[in-house]
Each structure stands twice: as structure tokens, then as C-alpha cells.
């Protein structure tokens, strides 16, 4: 018998209940386990309210192998993810110095206000997600990842996800970083690479802030071999592009 | 005190989960609830279980004045919603020749066979919901609209259910959207204006890619006086902080 690795979503925000804004987040995620050998079983959009937030991820925690959380990291009054996540668990919250030293690599002290010290609110235990785009972390809390409500954000934290699921089959990834490329002039490249190598999956992950702006690019298959070709692949493709 | 009129919406199908499909009907049917005054608590994206199927829908018929499931009302084995909402509310299931009928406008004798004919399955009791585009169709069970799940088809069923919706005072929105300003810097801000305008709610979208950084201010309300203050602070909030 095959044992099933389970995850449950819950997508946090009014906008995505009223319309305004179209949700990305479930299918990035979706295509993302899929390779990994988790199955999900449920997905829940729910609004900005503290006792449907935390009564969810209660049930989902219990139900699920795996809890994803996005929306609601942010630095306004209405980001209330961490508080109902630690309230789920019956566990403390506070600002962290790991998260403030984080903030800090990115904010100076005078734009370090109250509003944006909040994004360092961890609750007890868990351990930070990097976010390689708006630095923000997000953090693991037992069985359940919470993550950004913006879709480039929350794609940029399952980087450091990735190696903390236990999933149903064991799948190889290798990554390439290019500062200064745009993935839409990777695009075909990538598309053709993937077609020559059956079995091996390729992502591209953008970032960018004020500074910066380039791609990882993920290759992931379970032939370690054809992985080492492709991972030469996007080398050659980043020279080529740079 | 403002009687709000609420719903839930039930998206049915496992390739919603699995990252196959992108869900747009949710977006859908929040666009057009807006104006009759319904607003959305809740959205779960469940597989095809019957047993889940089942529960949902009965948990949420308590809980929203309005239900909309989408998906599995087709010819297929795992098209089951008609026998799981049966099932929530404990009533019956048979073939109804009204559907039947409907179905004979599309099929000939010989293409309705048994599985086209389980689309004529209808809760006892339920009112058949037109379908202009290919004619099998929905079905509202006391406050629950059971739609198809394909986009074009669910849509052209609203058609038929507006004048079903007893809604309630519109909810209006504002926004105000600013280049070069974060959302940290707002943020103590906007918690103000909010707690000065009871009845109104403040959102901020974030937004950035290579060239851009941003954010949108939404006031939400359903009072027009209010929500003109309201957006005349936002632009002086934006004006300040520029």
C-alpha cells in the first residue's frame, strides 16, 4: 500500500472572497508538492477574521500531513496570520531577534517602525522561512508552513520548504542563480532543456527588490545523472543569456 | 443595525487540488454577488468524496444565507454532487422527467444513454436551474445552487438564479493606489482612519516588480458619505507620504 502524504491549504484574505483579487497561490503550491508526493486534500479561502483563521488551522493541523498558510504576514492591522496561528496551538508570540535581524538587512532603524516590527512576530518554536524577495520571513510552526499572500513572495519561500517534506517518493533538485536575467528570456530555453530530459521538471524562480533582479532556476527529476546534464544546461543558458 | 446577507461557495473537483485546473468561477460569482449584496464568508476548493462533498455542504447551508457548489453535475462516475446534496439534507434522489425533457432537446434517444441520463437525477424537491449553453441542468435545494463546474456553463446559469437572491445592502469600495510608498510606512496610518470610521474596513495590496514598487489602499463599506471621507484621508495619507 501506498501511503498518501497529505496537505491541506488555507488561503487567507478578503480580497480573494470578494473578488478583486484572483488566487495564484493554490496552483503554484499544487504544481510544487505534485513532484514531491504530497497529495492536497482540501483548500479553504477564508477572510481576515482571527476566530475562522484560527479555528481552521486547529482542523487542518489535525488533518493534514502538511498545513500551508498564505496572506496575512504583512505589516498592517489586518495581518493577523501569526497571532491565530499561535493561538491554534495554544503557544506564545513575540518579537523575535533571528526575525529583527532579518528586518534589519533590509530596513533602516527610522523605517523599522512598530507597524513593520510586527513582521517579526514568531510565534513560540518555530522556525523561520527565508524570503529571498521582500526578506520578511515567514516560519513553520509543528506541521504548518506560513507564507506571503503575494505570489512572487510566497513562490520565493517553498525554496526553503522543499527540504522539510517528508513526501512520498524522494525527488533530486539542482538550482542555478542569475543575477541580471529575466525569466521570460529563459523561457524557451528552459521549455526545450525540459523537453529533452523525460522525468526532469524545470522552475524558474524570479526575484527582484530595488537593487536587484535575476532567477533561480530548479531543475527536478530523480535521475541524479540526467540532473548533472541540465544542471550544465542552465550554466551554458545563463552565460549564453548574461 | 446592517443585516448582511451571506454565502458560501463549494468548488467540487480534484483537479482544482491538483494544480491542473486554474478555479476562475469563485471570481465569477463574487462579481456578480457584489451588486445584489451577498457577500462571500467563505470558499472551499474539496475533491470528488462524496463523504466531504456531503458534510460541506450541510455545515455550510447552517452557516450562509446562500450556498453555490460548482462541479460534478456531468455524466461521469465521479460526478456525485446531486446525490451528496441529497444526502446533506436527507431527502431523496430519483430521475425527474422535467430534466428528462430538458435533456431530450440536446439528445436523441439514442445518444441519452444511462450515464448522460444521471443528469436528470434531481434532489426532491429542488427547482431545476436553466443552462443555456448545453442544457443539463443545475438544481437549487432549498438555499444550496448546485452549478456545473465548466466556466462558460456556470456562468450563463447565474441568469437564472438572480431573481432567487434576496440580497442586502450593497457593499461600495474605494481605492487609491501610490507609487514608491510601502505598505510599513501606511500602516499605523490606515489602523487610525479605521478605527475612526466604524462600518468601514481597510485593506492595503502591496505590489512591486522591476521597475515598481507600490501599494493600493481598499476601503470597503456600505456607506457611500463614509467611504468619500475615508478616500478623501487616503490621498491625503498618500500626499504626506510621498
Not at 498545513?67 to 491565530?84: E, L, N, R, S
Not at 522561512?129 to 506571503?148: C, D, E, R
Request: glycine content about 10%.
Amino acid at each position: 500500500m501506498i501511503n498518501i502524504v497529505s496537505a491541506g491549504i488555507i488561503l487567507i484574505g478578503d480580497e480573494l472572497l470578494s473578488g478583486r483579487t484572483q488566487d495564484t497561490n493554490l496552483g503554484t503550491i499544487a504544481r510544487w508538492l505534485l513532484p514531491l508526493g504530497v497529495e492536497i486534500g482540501e483548500a479553504r479561502m477564508i477572510s481576515d477574521d482571527a476566530a475562522i483563521i484560527t479555528e481552521t488551522v486547529r482542523v487542518f493541523s489535525q488533518r493534514f500531513d502538511y498545513v500551508f498558510t498564505t496572506g496575512g504576514i504583512g505589516p498592517t492591522h489586518d495581518d493577523i496570520t501569526a497571532d491565530c496561528i499561535a493561538a491554534a496551538f495554544g503557544i506564545g508570540i513575540s518579537e523575535r531577534q533571528d526575525a529583527l535581524d532579518i528586518l534589519r538587512e533590509r530596513y533602516s532603524e527610522h523605517e523599522l517602525n512598530a507597524a513593520r516590527r510586527r513582521m517579526a512576530r514568531i510565534p513560540d518554536g518555530a522556525s523561520l522561512i527565508k524570503n529571498p524577495v521582500s526578506q520578511a520571513p515567514g516560519f513553520q510552526t509543528q506541521n504548518v508552513f506560513t507564507l506571503a499572500g503575494v505570489p512572487s513572495i510566497m513562490k520565493s519561500m517553498l525554496l526553503d520548504i522543499e527540504h522539510r517534506i517528508k513526501g512520498g517518493v524522494q525527488l533530486l533538485s539542482r538550482s542555478v542563480t542569475a543575477a541580471g536575467i529575466g525569466e521570460g528570456d529563459a523561457a524557451a530555453h528552459l521549455a526545450q532543456i525540459e523537453t529533452e530530459h523525460d522525468g526532469v521538471s524545470l522552475g524558474s524562480y524570479p526575484f527582484f527588490n530595488a537593487d536587484l533582479r535575476g532567477v533561480t532556476f530548479v531543475a527536478r527529476g530523480r535521475d541524479a545523472a540526467a540532473l548533472d546534464v541540465v544542471e550544465a544546461k542552465l550554466h551554458d543558458l545563463v552565460r549564453q543569456l548574461s
